[in-house]
């Protein structure tokens, strides 16, 4: 049985791909990324509201030199000088239990990716800096379980691209990460789900998302929780092909060979 959650929070994966004309191999690794999760909280109250977001950059992505993930000149690789990022749509939280093992629920949403060159986010608190510059893709995830015990929380999630544009890299590449991993991708987590993000007095930080400027607005204010995963390739065009032996001209099933 489900209810909402209101007193537990987890961490879940923004999935995305990379960019470049060569495919990732099925199971590959795909990309890292590096997150928090916005739940949302009343800003006087500060009870839960059963809702969320999150916001991710991306330090790897294979095919596109680290580099080019983050300002030219940067000395340091962190949210404040990324430059390809992404953020969730509206999550909706609900959750379950068995004996010690606590199971929490994502809704349906779409994970949006930008990419801007010439800007970065101030730093996690600044929601908007990872939603500014081009949509350059969007990821579709059906809802999803994550599993947490002993504190400590791991998520699977996979899911499609259903939109994917050409952007340009500082060396004139052109990438696209539909292309780069036409079969979207399967990303794995782990966050320790209830541990919140503090101020220097030890109280959770309390980030206001009632006014973002940006295409989306969580309508509420929220405290933050860290995640990190790895995303890989699940598949692509040709991989039904390639289990079945038929992946090369004139090709026939193993057993038949």
Known sequence: MKKRVTGFLFAVLAGLASANAQVVPVGSTGQHLIARFYAGVDCKTFQQTGFGTAALYLPYIAGIQTQFLFKAGATVQDET????TGVFGKVG????????????????????YYYHPNSSPKDWTDFDGFQAGTLIATYQVKEDMFTTINGVSLGVVSGPFTYSADFTLPDGTTANLANFMPGGGTFSTFAALGTFVTTANGQPQVVDLTTSTGPFALGSCSVMTPFSGTGTNPSNEDSTLQIKGLDKPGGKPEAAR
């Open 93 to 112: 939280l609900s959750q379950s239990t068995n004996y010690n093992v606590v199971n929490t629920f994502l809704s349906p949403q779409t994970v949006s």
């Open 81 to 84: 000088t990324a430059v390809l």
